[in-house]
């Protein structure tokens, strides 16, 4: 069963499924389910398969994350790795 997102909390996960259930969009992560409003569901279905956050403040606020880490390889060389 999906939970809800408190207020002042975050799920910050690869997203693997949206379904709309019962007015509500279930999103579906490593992590868990999570119920959100089925407004939602549009966007959310456009990042399926991207790591995304989601914070729960005042309303949802839903963006996709992308990190880019500088790594020092042998030899000096700079090396830059997408996660």
Partial sequence: MPKGLAEFNEVIDVLLKVKEQEESAV???ESGEFSLPVELAKKLRELQGKKIGILRLNGYHVCEL??????????GNNDHMRL
Avoid: D, K, Q, R
């Fill in 27 to 29: 999103v579906v992560f």
């Fill in 66 to 75: 992308e990190a880019t880490l500088s790594c020092l390889v042998e030899g």
